[in-house]
Structure formats: structure tokens, C-alpha cells
């Protein structure tokens, strides 16, 4: 990091055909696997694990013992089709939630950029997402960019833009589109340390917890405490003005355990037809310490802004 208004210099170190570790400066930010060695049960996919705030604080967790399925951030749908690209047990109307024969793969095909230096980080790769049963039921492109905003807070974009190869029309829900009440997960999940049980969850709208679960909104926010250093850390996720179903209903918890989830798919299917294509793009934005409702207002603003700014990065043919 530097302090001149210079860009930050970003490094990335490649451990080929596993995952990338980005480094802001000195300052290492997270690490993406795109390859995990998980199991089948757990519906195996890339995820971001572990995340930290500039100063180092980790504010992500990894498969804790309550949804072993959990790993930092990570793009998950409970429901395509018959589908259960999420992991663990289905949700059936009636029965509740139902081990079935069902957990999917994101499996990663290929990189199309890998890049640092200057500015930012690009991460970028294609991805086949495959029935427990061995068919092809998505094709995917996925982006990741880092930048830094500010001495305290950096940014995370993440592009996904998936097509439907499964012969079928795809419907895309969520254990509240099958019945159970206001369980509306799905889609760009962040499990947070288990310290943050308690924290604070901010909408445009004011302050509160799990009474902002099902509401929409552009952007959700967690103010958490760390353990040892008593430290506070935020977390703000931004739903993109193009987005389906664009302001989302959010999933979240705060008195069982901490999450976000920008979920587009909370109340009502999107079916998708056979060969269409869908995009959905976020900000994520990472910060030291707890900035209070009018700061954190204004950190969702950066994080829009750098949205806003974004451009998809150019194929560098890296390695797979």
C-alpha cells in the first residue's frame, strides 16, 4: 500500500489448477479456489476463503460445523431445476429438507485472465456446472476484480453470466419458491466469522438484523466485532442496477450467525429457457472498522461507484 494517491500495486500468486492468492501491495485480500477438493454432498464450487479487511482482520469463514456447505463468499443456488447446486440436503414442501441424489458441481474449465499490477487484480474463468449424475446443465463465465478505494476499504467485483445447456427450461428458486417461510437463500453468499453473531445489518433504510431478511434493498451491510483484537470490520454487498429482479430481497442473519446474501430468486422463480443467458454483477465491499450508519452509507456509495466503474478485463490466456 501507498500513501501518495499512487495506484496500489496488486500481486497475484497462481497455484495452478487449485487457486489465486491476491495480495493488495503487502496486504493480502483473499484467496479465490477455483478448483476445492470438496465433497460431493457439499455441491463442490468456487469460493473466496480467506477474505481480509486491508489492516488483516479475516472476516470470512469456512465450513462451519452448523452448514459445512459455507465457504467465505461463494455463488450458490439451492434450486435449478431439480438441481441443488448449494449443498447438503433439498428443501421439499412437506418433508423439509430431504438428502437427495442431487448436489451439483461448478467445475472450472479454463482461465481467461489472471492479471495485476496497477489498479486492480482480474481473476477470470469458464466453468461448466454439472448434475450429480454427470450432465451439463450450465455453462458459465465468471469474473473477479480487485481494487482498493481507500486507506481502509477495498472492492470486490463479481460478474457471473450463465447459460442454460440442459436441454430444458431451468427454474431458477429458493427454499422460500418451494414453500418454507422467508428462507429465500440463494445466489452471492458471505458467511461471516463467527464473532460477528449479533452484528449489525444496515440497509438504505436504517439499522437492524434478521428483521431485514425478505426486504428489498440495494445494498445490505454488517458491522461485526472481531475476537482477540476487539476490532470491528464491515462488510457491504451491492446488488448492479441491470440485475434480474433488481432491487433484491436480501437474505440474512445476524442472532444465529452472520451472513448476506443478495437474493434474487427469494420469492419468485426466473426461469430460464434452453440456450438463454443470464448476467447478474456486485460489488462487495471490504472495511476496517465499524464507521457508523452514516459512514457506512457512504462506503456503500464508493462500492457503487466502483461498480459503476467497472470494465471486464481483456483474455490474457493464463494457465489453467
Given amino acids: 500500500m501507498v500513501s501518495d494517491n499512487r495506484p496500489t500495486t496488486f500481486h497475484l500468486d497462481h497455484a495452478v489448477g487449485h487457486s489465486v492468492d491476491v495480495r493488495a501491495g503487502d496486504a493480502p485480500l483473499f484467496t479465490y479456489v477455483y478448483r476445492p477438493d470438496t465433497a460431493q454432498l457439499e455441491s463442490p464450487k468456487p469460493y473466496l476463503h480467506p477474505i481480509r479487511t486491508l489492516a488483516g482482520d479475516v472476516v470470512s469463514l469456512f465450513r462451519p460445523h452448523d452448514h459445512v456447505w459455507h465457504k467465505g463468499i461463494a455463488w450458490s443456488l439451492p434450486h435449478v431445476g431439480e438441481h441443488n447446486f448449494w449443498g447438503g440436503p433439498t428443501y421439499v414442501h412437506g418433508s423439509s429438507y430431504v438428502q437427495l441424489d442431487n448436489n451439483g458441481s461448478a467445475v472450472h474449465r479454463g482461465m481467461t485472465a489472471l492479471r495485476g499490477g496497477d489498479g486492480r487484480a482480474d481473476i477470470a474463468h469458464h466453468l461448466d456446472w454439472i448434475s450429480q449424475r ?6 458459465e ?3 473477479l476484480t480487485a481494487t482498493v478505494l481507500d486507506d481502509t476499504s477495498w472492492a470486490l467485483i463479481f460478474q457471473t453470466t450463465m447459460t442454460n445447456v440442459s436441454g430444458a427450461t431451468l427454474n431458477i428458486g429458493s427454499p422460500t419458491t418451494k414453500g418454507r417461510e422467508n428462507a429465500g437463500y440463494g445466489g452471492l453468499f458471505w458467511r461471516g466469522p463467527r464473532s460477528f453473531t449479533g452484528g449489525t445489518v ?3 433504510a436504517g439499522t437492524g438484523n ?5 426486504t428489498r434493498a440495494e445494498w445490505l451491510a454488517f458491522r461485526g466485532r472481531h475476537d482477540g483484537s476487539g476490532t470491528s470490520s464491515t462488510i457491504i454487498m451491492i446488488d448492479d442496477t441491470a440485475n434480474p429482479q433488481h432491487p433484491p430481497q436480501w437474505f440474512t442473519r445476524s442472532e444465529e450467525f452472520a451472513c448476506l446474501c443478495p437474493a434474487p ?15 447478474f454483477r456486485y460489488a462487495v465491499l471490504v472495511a476496517g472498522g465499524d464507521h457508523g450508519t452514516d459512514g457506512t452509507v457512504a462506503l456503500a456509495d464508493q462500492g457503487r461507484a466502483a461498480l459503476s466503474r467497472w470494465t471486464a478485463p481483456s483474455s490474457t490466456g493464463e494457465p489453467a
Fill in 134 to 139: 454427470g450432465q451439463q446443465i450450465i455453462t
Fill in 141 to 143: 463465465h465468471r469474473t
Fill in 202 to 204: 444496515q440497509s438504505p
Fill in 210 to 214: 434478521d428483521d431485514l431478511r425478505g
Fill in 265 to 279: 430468486f427469494f420469492s419468485e422463480e426466473l426461469p430460464v429457457a434452453h440456450e438463454q443467458t443470464i448476467t
